[in-house]
């Protein structure tokens, strides 16, 4: 079988709310969650022009980590 699961964080509660660690725990726990099955990491939906670029590298760095080390 050669299904992809596609999620992510939440964009508005996750990215604009909340702190590195917020985001860093979640994407971890996507990671962790889909360990060993092709995923895509995204941020909910959509990219919305009011998100901070920022904490969306965040989110992008810290997948690339999980990603490297599973």
Do not use: Q
Request: charged content about 25%; proline content about 3%.
């Amino acid at each position: 079988m050669n299904d992809i699961i596609y999620t992510g964080v939440n964009s508005f509660t996750t990215i604009f709310l909340g702190n590195e660690e917020c985001i860093r725990d979640d994407v971890n726990s996507f990671a962790d969650a889909f360990k060993g099955m092709p995923y895509i990491m995204s941020c909910s939906c959509s990219v919305e022009s009011f998100l901070p670029m920022d904490k969306m590298k965040v989110m992008v760095d810290c997948t690339r980590k999980c990603k490297l080390n599973g």
